[in-house]
Every structure is written in C-alpha cells, then in structure tokens.
C-alpha cells in the first residue's frame, strides 16, 4: 500500500485498513505531540484515494474496517468526505466501520447537518484529542480551543450519532495542585461530553517535542507513577455518567486498568488504590515496556 511518511492509528485501529487521506495534521501545535512534524498538512487527490482503495481491494478482498489517516481527516472538506466514505462502501461489502482522529477545530468548522451526513454515509468513530478538560492546560499545551469549545466539539459528534471515543492525558499537567484541578476537570467536561469510550495515556515527552524541552530546561516536572495514578483515581471519583467504557490499557499507562463506568468502578478504583497505598513498583510496567 502506499504511504507518506510515518503512520499513526489508535491501538484500537490495529486490524483496520489505514487509507491515507491527509498528510499530517490541519493544527499540528500541540507541544506534547511528536507526530506530523516532519511534514506541511495538505489532503491527499481524491483520485490517488480512490486508487489506493482500489489498491486495497485487490489485496485484501472485502473489509470490515478502516481507519482514515493522518491526524485530523474530518479537516477534509465534506463533500470530499462523503465520496471517499460512498467509494469505500462500494468497494468493500462487508464494510462495518470507519474511524478517523478528530480535531476540534475541524469538527467544529463542520455543520451540524455535515456531521450528521458524514454519519448516515458511515463515518462510525471519532477519537478526538480532549487531553484536559482544565482551560489552562489546553493554553498551555496549544490545544487551540477552550475548555468550552472543546465540550461543543465532542456533544456534537455525540449528538451526530458518531461513536466518541475522547482520548486524556494523565500528567499533563505536571506535578502538584495542578495535576488534581486537571483530573477533575476531565472528569467534569466528560461527564458532561458523554463519550461511548474514554481512553486515557499517560504523558510522555517525545524527543523534539516543546514539551521535551521544557522537562530537559526544568520548566516542566514530570509527576512520578503513582502521581498519575493518583489522577487517574480522581478522574473515576469524579465520573458519574453511565455506559462509559474506559481504555486505559494503553503501552503509556503504569497500570493498565479497563472497565465500565459506572458498573465497574469499584473494583477500578480498588485495583488503583492497591498499588498508590502499598507503593508496590512491582504491580508498574516498567519504562523499559512503555511507549507511545
């Protein structure tokens, strides 16, 4: 298949096809994130789109699932969108899904009635970068939008009937007082989005990256692990809404933890509090075995 430069999916994407449609990300500022930056966003030509699903069709058959690649695929102009989505379920019969990262910006640059015809035309998933819900975090990590916003971007993917999955930092916002105002905050601007899925990452600086930087200048104190787990427990203290699934087994997590909120936070909140009150660096995946 063909690809430009490297390629980014959610580890939920893994058995999905990756049609490339945009080079890069429309925002590309956030100063934790390492990808894109080797390139200027621009959307792919429609046709050598359409000739990449061709491509795929001889090689794979039919699919059930495909990812649209690079960051931010919902910055392509709808109507373009919708011939790609309308080429894909003619292709591919048994097509099921389609998944794209979202920016807020570019979903917010989207009409109500464009979001719901992207989803009649079977954009099925989200993954939208919401990383705090604190408006000082998303200022300084050069999210670009407001708390606010941010909320708006995600109730009208909800409201477009498209599976949201709102994706959170843990330690985003340093050691200290911060770090329980940002986990509190995301928990509050979740409970008010009302995501399907909350995939929670631990933050981790990328080399390259402002935020690299600043952690290599003492501008910025990265909290330890038992710090983010102290997060992560606020954050399921402070969720309240029902049905929300919470991905947190992500190779940048310490402690991989999953579950149904509200149905299995207890036994979340017990797996986390068992490793914050004893200490136990055992129960940790090493930095050897994390990543990004």
Known sequence: ??????????????????LQCTIGCSHN???FCGMYKDRKYRVRNLAEIKEDIQMAKVRYGDLEKVFLCD????AIETDTLLVILDALYQTFPSLRHVGAYVGPQSTL????????ALRAAGLTKAYLGVESGDDRVLAEIKKGVTAARMLEAGQNLVNADINLSSMVLLG??????????HAIATAEITNKMKP???AALTTTPVPGTVLYHKVQKGEFEMPDPFETLEEMKLMFEHINIDNVKFVGVHASNYLPVSG???????KMLDAVNAVIETRNTDALRSEQMRGL
């Open 1 to 18: 298949m063909r690809y430009e430069g490297e390629i980014f999916r959610p580890f939920s994407e893994a058995d999905s096809y990756l």
């Open 29 to 31: 500022q956030c100063t």
């Open 71 to 74: 960051g931010d695929a919902v």
């Open 109 to 116: 640059a989207k009409t109500m009635s464009e979001l719901a």
């Open 172 to 181: 985003i916002a340093g050691k200290g007082q911060r770090a329980a105002e």
């Open 196 to 198: 399907r899925y909350l």
């Open 260 to 266: 149904m909120l509200q149905k299995d936070k207890s």
